[in-house]
């Protein structure tokens, strides 16, 4: 998985954690055990009743352990979404 994260580096990615969380950021850089580098991230909170919220973070690492998908954020179609109308039910926790 590490070789494919290096076409990603300076790209705007989002990485889903084994317990549901959803980070947006632009990846700085990673390490052979997946342990990620978010510059300018944030976390989109999502409800069923209230639409997304996003939580502004800045800096942020992932330890890889808690890394479950990471992937390319396409900016031109991110940036028309209307996250205040989108509800949707939270992510549950990775089960194995």
């Known amino acids: 998985m590490a070789s494919g994260l290096e076409n ?13 969380r ?9 390490d052979q055990t997946i342990n990620i580098i978010l510059d300018e991230s944030h976390e989109r909170v999502f409800s069923s009743t209230s639409g997304v ?11 890889g ?14 940036s028309r979404l209307d996250l205040g109308n989108i ?9 194995h």
Do not use: C, W
């Open 22 to 30: 959803n980070f947006i950021g632009t990846l700085k850089g990673f």
């Open 8 to 20: 990603y580096v300076n790209q705007t990615v989002s990485v889903i954690t084994s317990d549901g």
């Open 65 to 78: 352990d808690n890394v479950a998908i990471v992937g390319q954020i396409d900016e031109s179609i991110d």
């Open 53 to 63: 919220a996003q939580v502004v973070l800045g800096l942020h690492i992932i330890r």
């Open 87 to 95: 509800k949707a039910e939270p992510l549950g926790p990775m089960v």
